[in-house]
């Protein structure tokens, strides 16, 4: 039989219409929006086009968006500037410098200078010692959007084997994280393993996060497991996931699609935490 797809444009929209409603508490409560900046730096169309999905997305939500357009030759230091007027400005909620910045810009100082009360990406040591130690703060958006959509197929986690394949600081890890919170036994694999799909075959859950167009058989699924699939790869033949859909449809309980999955829900969560980091600075409760 073949396995339920996991509607990830579905989920995105329920999420972003909840934001929307918490947003119309927040301004009641404190006369203001809830305020995001991106900053963009040079002209890669991927990530013009990323932009521009989150400042629409926001101002839907009933937000500000404030944009920051740099050109390619912008430095380290000017950016530095900026983002320190951003951490200091009380209209910015949360701050978002879309990846990858030109190979001339330091990264990490860049990303390690946003306030992390305003990381909205949550890609600061701090929030990922927050993550790690059980404490609250700012979530990297992707991994938080896989949990939601395990939660519609899994109400509770606790127990199940998950297998996270990539162990990336902005994917795989932070994922690792989140299922060990929600009670998982969770088994990471990555390039060095020895027998990656061995482990993935034992998993109820499977995470992929490798970046390989169809890099997970069929095979490697074993029946009735829950497969997301944070793979975007652009090929010859369009946008294709890091799963082998085809396949592992067949053998799957539920998977998500690419495109129509873990991407849509990217955008919603980056929304919903610009209105967590709102509400922690405002001292307001937030929905969970
Ligand atoms: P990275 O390239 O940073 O990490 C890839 C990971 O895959 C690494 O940990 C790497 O291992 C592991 N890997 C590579 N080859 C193998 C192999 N043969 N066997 C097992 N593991 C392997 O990628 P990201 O985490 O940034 O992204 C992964 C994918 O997710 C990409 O397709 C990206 O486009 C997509 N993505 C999608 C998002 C969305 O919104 N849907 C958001 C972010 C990413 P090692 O550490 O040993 O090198």
Redesign the pocket.
Known sequence: MSATIIDGKAIAADLRARVARGVTVFRDQLGRAPGLAVVLVGEDPASAVYVRNKGRSTREAGMESFEHRLPDTTTTDELLELVARLNGDPAVDGILVQLPLPAHVDAQAVLQAIDPDKDVDGFHPVNAGRLATGLDGLVP??PL?CIMMLRTVHPNLAGLDAVV????????KPMAQLLLRESCTVTV?????RD?FAHVRQADIVV??????G?IPGSAIKPGATVID????RTDTGLV??VDFAAAREVAGAITP?PG???P???ACLIRNTLVAASLRAGVPYDR
């Open positions: 958006c992707t959007g394949v990539g162990r990336s600081n902005i994917v795989g694999v990555h390039s060095r393993s990656a992929a996060a490798v970046g390989i167009p890099f944070v793979g975007i790869n996931g890091d690419v999955g873990v991407g829900m990217t955008i």
